[in-house]
Structure formats: C-alpha cells, structure tokens
C-alpha cells in the first residue's frame, strides 16, 4: 500500500542525520508520494489548510541541500498521512497547534496534533506512563512549597526540569545540603521574590514559572536508556552514559552511547507503554528510561535513528516507518 503523505519540518540549510532527512528519505524508499513542507508556512486560505512544499524525488542525504519548497501555499489537506517532526516558535506556538489541529480533523496524522501539544511535556507524563514507573513527580510555581520538600528529607535528592524544554536544558539536581538549592530552586521557579523586589510586581508582572520535579533514580546512571516506539515495537535507540561531571546523559552534551539492548522485562514494559500511547493518538515517540522508571518521552522529533545507525552502523528507517504505518493501519488510522 502506497501513501501520500506530509512531512512537516523547518526549512533548514542543509540536512543533518536526523529525523528530518531520515524520515521522509525511508518513505520514499518505501514506495510512498512524501512531500516535505515549512511547518512555519501553514496558514488558512478560504477555509484550506495550505503550506509550502516539495515533492520529494530522491533520498536526502546528510550535507544535502534543503530543497526550495517550489509549490507555494499548496493544500496540506490533500494527503493520507500528515507526521509532524518539529515545532514552532514558542511565540507562534498556539496558532501553530491551532492549524495543526484544523488539519488533523481532516487528515490523520502519526502523533495527533492534541497529543503533541498536550502530552510533549513534563507536566503530562503520568497521563500515559503507570504511576509505578514514574519517579516521584511534582509540578509547581511555589518556591516555599518545593523548598519545604527538598527539605523534608536529607537523603532524598530532585531533578528540577523546565516543563518545555529539551537537550538537558535548566535541569538542576538539588538536595536538602546543597547550598546552591535555594538559587536553583528559586531559578526554577522564575526567580520571582528578587524581580519583584528589583521591579515591583506592577511593572513586571507575573514572574512565577512552573517547574517539573522528579526525584533522582538511584540507577540512572548504570542503564539510561533511549527507546524509539513505533506503534508498540520497540524498533531501535541508544545506551547512553554520563560524564564523570554531570548528571544529565543528554547526547548533544557530547556523552557517549552504544547500541540499544533491552531485557526481556524492559522490552514487555516498552510494547506495553507503546499500546497506551497509541490510545492516547501517539505512533512515534523516544522515551527515557531507566527502568522500571520513565524520566520523560520525546513525541516531535525524538533522537534515535541517527545515534543507533551510528552506534551500530545498521540503517533501521525502513523497518522502523513500516512499523508506524503498520500500527497505524492496525488501528484504522489509515486505510
Ligand atoms: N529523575 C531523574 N533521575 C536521575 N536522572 C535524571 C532524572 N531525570 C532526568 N535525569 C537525567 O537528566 C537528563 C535530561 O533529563 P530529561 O528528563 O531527559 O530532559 P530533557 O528533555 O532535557 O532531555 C536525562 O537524560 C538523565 O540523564
Ligand atoms: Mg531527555
């Protein structure tokens, strides 16, 4: 079965190994019509969801020219598939999600579009993984309240995350001995009592932020690992492994990761955890996982293709978008 589908991207110099090229370049491996388009060009022409897009004829390799988008405001409606790999900027965020959400009753997508909005986040992880898998988990803007729970108990230690960040962004490891705790914390919470102070809440407004807070997992740093899930497959990832000096595994810090192996328990925990995204509308996600705890999942453009294929030297795009468009088939998504 042949499909034509959308994929949405930022328009880009050239093409790096990731999603962006690997994605729509095993596609069209695969025999579908892909189409690549600006997701910051999207707009609304007489009641049509339109964007600027590209046909693709050929494989983009990493170092290849992003091509010109040739069909200007051409319809984004007019497709089987629509799978989003990027966002927007946080300014154009909510019109962004709005004209992906008009589409999206028109056209299915891989992870629908309320899912991406909603569920990419820190805040929202407990709506698909089981409360036993998620560390102790708490979001707030109170700095007196978070205060008084890192101080509750000496030997528990916290990971304090932006809500909508990525790439290890502002996360802080703070315990109750930690003398740079209150600066992280109040960091973390939009450092409100000094900009009140230095400019009054009149002239500055609101200044509380809110912040994830997840206790640390014992075992992190002896089997952190990234999943890619299609539909309920585990299909690929990394190990990853932490600097002596840091306490995030992020990749694009520069650590280390190998190939991706799971045990049998982990492998039955990830299909399962595959199966609630898919109820939830999400087909493609990367997670974090030091099991049995889920740290956060990716749902945009998660890293996973690109460090496995360099990690193993083995290409997995084609099985791996097989298996999205076969759950998706499975689930009545797309014919
Ligand atoms: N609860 C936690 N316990 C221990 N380490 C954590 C925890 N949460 C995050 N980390 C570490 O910090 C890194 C970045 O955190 P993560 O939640 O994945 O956010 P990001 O979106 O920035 O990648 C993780 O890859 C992991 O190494
Ligand atoms: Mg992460």
């Known amino acids: 079965m042949s499909y034509k589908i959308l994929v949405l991207v930022s328009e880009a110099a050239k093409f790096r190994l990731d999603n962006h090229s690997i994605i729509p370049s095993a596609l069209h491996r695969e025999g579908h019509d892909v189409h690549i388009g600006d997701i910051d060009t999207l707009c609304l022409h007489d009641n049509v969801v339109v964007v600027d897009r590209v046909q693709l004829n050929e494989e983009y390799l990493t170092g290849h020219d992003f091509p010109a988008l040739s069909e200007s405001y051409a319809s984004a409606e007019d497709f089987d598939l629509v799978w989003v790999l990027t966002g927007t900027h946080p300014e154009a965020l909510a019109d962004s999600f709005q004209l992906l959400w008009l589409l999206n009753r028109r056209v299915p997508f891989v992870n629908d579009a309320s899912a991406l909005f909603y569920l990419n986040s820190k805040i929202t992880l407990g709506a698909a993984v089981p409360a036993e898998h998620l560390p102790s988990s708490y979001v707030s803007n109170d700095f007196e309240y978070l205060t008084e729970l890192v101080e509750s108990d000496e030997n528990?230690?916290?990971?304090?995350?932006?809500?909508?960040?990525?790439?290890?962004?502002?996360?802080?490891?703070?315990?109750?001995?930690?003398?740079?705790?209150?600066?992280?914390?109040?960091a973390a919470t939009g450092n409100a009592v000094p900009r009140y102070e230095m400019y009054s809440r009149n002239i500055i407004g609101l200044s509380k932020r809110y912040t994830a807070v997840q206790e640390y997992i014992p075992?992190?740093?002896?089997?952190?690992?990234?999943?890619?899930?299609?539909?309920?497959?585990?299909?690929?990832?990394?190990?990853?492994?932490?600097?002596?000096?840091?306490?995030?595994?992020?990749?694009?810090?520069?650590?280390?990761?190998?190939?991706?192996?799971l045990t049998p328990e982990e492998d039955a925990f990830v299909r399962d955890l595959g199966k609630r995204m898919m109820d939830l509308g999400i087909f493609?996600?990367?997670?974090?996982?030091?099991?049995?705890?889920?740290?956060?999942?990716?749902?945009?453009?998660?890293?996973?293709?690109?460090?496995?294929?360099?990690?193993?030297?083995?290409?997995?795009?084609?099985?791996?978008?097989?298996?999205?468009?076969?759950?998706?088939?499975?689930?009545?998504?797309?014919?």
């Open 156 to 186: 528990r230690t916290w990971v304090l995350k932006p809500t909508n960040e990525g790439c290890g962004a502002g996360v802080y490891f703070v315990n109750k001995n930690e003398r740079n705790r209150p600066a992280l914390l109040q």
């Open 219 to 261: 075992n992190v740093r002896s089997n952190e690992k990234r999943v890619i899930i299609a539909g309920d497959v585990p299909v690929c990832g990394f190990r990853r492994f932490h600097f002596d000096n840091d306490d995030r595994a992020n990749v694009t810090l520069g650590t280390k990761f190998e190939g991706l192996t």
């Open 284 to 335: 493609y996600s990367g997670i974090d996982m030091a099991y049995p705890y889920i740290m956060e999942f990716n749902l945009v453009n998660p890293g996973g293709l690109n460090y496995s294929f360099r990690a193993t030297g083995v290409d997995q795009s084609s099985e791996t978008v097989n298996a999205v468009l076969a759950a998706l088939r499975t689930a009545g998504k797309i014919s």
